[in-house]
């Protein structure tokens, strides 16, 4: 029974949705999350080993003097001391507190401090994940041996007359999936970023958009498509499970007419644990815009913690809309509307990969060939299409058009 001031019966908070956000070891959320390669940390932090907190599991990431990347259990295989203050060797590792050395692949390769002869070093392993470096990027892979997926490649990854470079990493105060399901949610770029709090971007934004989401070859897309007198500005971000997303750079003013451009971002939310979420980008850069690698490594305007408290209530923006749906957001509380229909989408792609896994399946977004390109749409595109006669008429013809940038698919 809904009726006024009755805060008093509202105050049960259920729990989160178990399934859906929990991303530690055994969990089934977790065991999905770790059929993927995962970022775990940028080249450039790898001046020495970097402790990192990855799916609730605490890792060190280190270079060894060979150029190879190491992935492995914090904590020493001898008695624990954490190898954030191991010495990288040549190969490999050493600990610092009695000297025993680690390969990357976890192999013990000495135990100095015991008799010559000693066959110790035969018999201790280090716990050890496969890495990779792509882009200034290591991504490692933290699932069953026999169930590693090839490394997906998009086509976003190759976007003419740009590069691809290493970009942003930002940590947030919450669960991933929030994160996530803020990407496929571009209602709140026309709010959030520009009617509520201050434009943020462009004017442009400030437009509600004609909203539409479609399943593709990759996963999903939304399009937001919107109106500017005789133009109709196309924007498309592209939802690729589990935990990517990719968008253009929000600079477009939707003031001519433009073919498609394909600038992106490719953001990775990495769950540290179930209330921590790591965002590591990727970008795609025109040199003509003459940035350093500093400037592509700042996280955009809004998107990390650092700004004042009183500036972040002033002007909120995505890392204080995501991280205070409470630290895991409670779905059972939510009244979902028609403009989350692509949150409901993604969840759902979520889940059935969770439910996949738990049932020895392979999830969707593992079946990859090795260095096949994946197709996906991220794109602006401004059209001449002036209104049609009646707003609902008008709705139509910008659905239409929003429709045909993208290739739609059905998934059983
Ligand atoms: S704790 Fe690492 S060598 Fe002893
Ligand atoms: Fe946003």
């Not at 929030?178 to 434009?199: C, E, I, R, W």
């Not at 005789?230 to 929000?250: A, G, K, M, S, Y």
């Not at 059972?332 to 889940?351: P, Q």
């Amino acid at each position: 029974m809904n009726e006024p001031f009755d805060g008093y019966r509202r105050r049960t908070i259920p729990p989160p949705d178990a399934e859906l956000t929990q991303v530690g070891p055994g969990t089934p959320g977790g065991e999905y999350l770790r059929r993927f390669w995962q970022p775990v940390a940028f080249v450039r932090d790898l001046e020495r080993p970097l402790r990192v907190r990855i799916l609730g599991e605490d890792l060190v990431v280190f270079r060894d003097g060979s150029a190879r990347i190491g992935v492995l259990h914090l904590h020493c295989a001898h008695r624990g001391t954490s190898l954030e203050f191991g010495i990288p060797l040549d190969r490999g590792i050493r600990c610092c507190y009695h000297g025993w050395a680690f390969d990357v692949d976890g192999r013990c390769l000495e135990t100095p401090g015991e008799p010559r002869g000693s066959r110790l070093k035969e018999r201790i392993w280090q716990g050890a994940y496969p890495a990779m470096e792509f882009t200034g990027l290591v991504f490692a892979y933290l699932g069953p041996p026999e169930r590693r997926p090839a490394f997906p490649i998009f086509d976003s990854y190759d976007v003419p007359g740009h590069r691809l470079m290493p970009a942003a990493k930002f940590t947030l105060p919450c669960n991933w999936l929030q994160v996530k399901d803020n990407s496929m949610d571009p209602v709140h770029t026309a709010f959030l970023h520009a009617l509520s709090s201050g434009y943020q971007f462009t004017e442009a934004f400030g437009v509600v958009p004609e909203l539409d989401w479609a399943l593709t070859e990759a996963g999903m897309a939304y399009i937001a498509t919107r109106r500017a007198g005789d133009l109709v500005w196309i924007r498309v971000c592209d939802f690729i499970p589990p935990n990517i997303h990719q968008f253009t750079r929000e600079i477009e003013e939707a003031t001519a007419p433009k073919p498609t451009s394909r600038p992106v971002i490719i953001r990775w939310a990495v769950p540290d644990d179930d209330t921590h979420t790591t965002n590591f980008e990727l970008a795609q850069v025109d040199p003509a815009w003459g940035f350093t690698p500093e400037q592509v490594a700042l996280p955009g305007f809004g998107q990390s913690g650092d700004r004042p408290y009183a500036e972040r209530q002033r002007h909120p923006a995505d890392f204080d809309a995501q991280s205070s749906q409470r630290p895991v957001a409670v779905h059972a509380l939510e009244h979902l509307a028609s403009t989350d229909r692509g949150v409901i989408m993604l969840r759902g792609i979520v889940r059935d990969g969770i439910r996949a896994v738990a049932s020895g399946g392979d999830p969707f977004g593992t079946h990859w060939r090795e260095g096949q390109v994946i197709p996906t749409f991220t794109q602006d595109l401004v059209l001449h299409r002036p209104a049609a006669s009646t707003p609902e008429d008008d709705r139509r013809l910008l659905r239409a058009e929003g429709r045909r940038v993208i290739v739609a698919v059905e998934r059983a």
